[in-house]
């Protein structure tokens, strides 16, 4: 009873974890979602100590357990995907100075509308993200959190909430402005040279050339961008993953 006990608990917490990334929520069928959690679960669960669990259980317990077990996953998978909302939000901002914010497009990963260069940053993290084997670090962390942090051993805290609401905020702004500032002051010195240009010649119907204008110059920064945007976006999962671990650390104490 012990092992399934346990057994139900990684499953509970693993299911968490894998709803909650960007890359399995969304229209990612619920099937394959299922049999990864499953197939992760009998791989963990025989690291999972089973002297963690209370030597006598009751169902008050072991609810408690399962939703404990449910918040310690969705933690770790909104932690993640806050550095990829910071990306998807980079995009947003250089889409709509550029004029692209009326062409969205659906995310399949998330159901959710984005402007398309918000779709083509996050479709790059993304590649990035396998390219770097972020899949198999994620794994790795999934591992070491039972490790750290076994049933019935999280210390799930109202300051901890706090702390990761504003720091995760602060950090995703922070980011989405370092991604975006290049398209952005490119797009104002646009912005301010066809100012000028109306003052100078007031006949120039300005909405119909500064359309292409704008989507050009914003297009070729993004291009020239690209080799420090892939660069810095392996920098952002190696923190995403190191808060990871600085949150399996605050939830173990």
Same mark, same amino acid.
């Given at each position: =009873? @012990?092992?399934?006990?346990?057994?139900?608990?990684?499953?509970?917490? #693993?299911?968490?974890?894998?709803?909650?990334?960007?890359?399995?929520?969304?229209?990612?069928?619920?099937?394959? &979602?299922?049999?990864?959690?499953?197939?992760?679960?009998?791989?963990? *669960?025989?690291?999972?100590?089973?002297?963690?669990?209370?030597?006598?259980?009751?169902? &008050?317990?072991?609810?408690?357990?399962?939703?404990? @077990?449910?918040?310690? %996953?969705?933690?770790?998978?909104?932690?993640?995907?806050?550095?990829?909302?910071?990306?998807?939000?980079?995009?947003?901002?250089?889409?709509?100075? =550029?004029?692209?914010?009326?062409?969205?497009? #659906?995310?399949?990963?998330?159901?959710?509308?984005?402007?398309?260069?918000?779709?083509?940053?996050?479709?790059?993290?993304?590649?990035?993200?396998?390219?770097?084997?972020?899949?198999? =670090?994620?794994?790795?962390?999934?591992? &070491?959190?039972?490790?750290?942090?076994?049933?019935?051993?999280?210390?799930?805290? *109202? @300051?901890?909430?706090?702390?990761?609401?504003?720091?995760?905020?602060?950090?995703?702004?922070?980011?989405?402005?370092?991604? *975006?500032?290049?398209?952005?002051?490119?797009?104002?010195?646009?912005?301010?040279?066809?100012?000028?240009?109306?003052?100078?010649?007031?006949?120039?119907?300005?909405? =119909?050339? %500064?359309?292409? #204008?704008?989507?050009?110059?914003?297009?070729?920064?993004?291009?020239? %961008?690209?080799?420090?945007?892939?660069? *810095?976006? @392996?920098?952002?999962?190696?923190?995403?993953?190191?808060?990871?671990?600085?949150?399996?650390?605050?939830?173990?104490?």
């Amino acid at each position: =009873m @012990e092992h399934v006990l346990a057994f139900g608990f990684v499953l509970i917490r #693993i299911a968490a974890i894998l709803f909650a990334l960007p890359m399995w929520s969304g229209r990612f069928p619920v099937a394959w &979602k299922l049999t990864a959690a499953l197939w992760l679960s009998i791989l963990f *669960g025989f690291i999972v100590p089973v002297d963690a669990l209370p030597q006598t259980l009751t169902m &008050k317990l072991v609810v408690i357990g399962g939703l404990r @077990e449910f918040l310690t %996953g969705a933690l770790l998978g909104f932690l993640v995907r806050l550095f990829l909302a910071a990306i998807t939000l980079a995009g947003q901002l250089a889409g709509f100075q =550029m004029g692209l914010a009326i062409a969205n497009v #659906i995310d399949p990963a998330t159901s959710d509308r984005y402007s398309i260069v918000a779709q083509l940053l996050n479709l790059t993290a993304l590649f990035v993200l396998l390219e770097m084997d972020g899949h198999l =670090m994620a794994v790795q962390v999934v591992a &070491k959190s039972f490790e750290w942090i076994p049933p019935f051993s999280g210390a799930i805290r *109202g @300051e901890v909430f706090h702390d990761l609401v504003l720091s995760g905020g602060t950090t995703m702004f922070r980011v989405a402005l370092q991604i *975006g500032w290049p398209v952005s002051v490119a797009l104002l010195l646009v912005y301010l040279a066809m100012a000028l240009l109306v003052r100078v010649a007031p006949q120039i119907n300005m909405l =119909m050339v %500064g359309f292409p #204008i704008t989507i050009s110059v914003g297009l070729i920064v993004i291009l020239l %961008g690209v080799s420090p945007f892939i660069v *810095g976006t @392996e920098r952002i999962f190696q923190d995403a993953f190191l808060a990871v671990e600085r949150l399996l650390a605050a939830l173990g104490t």
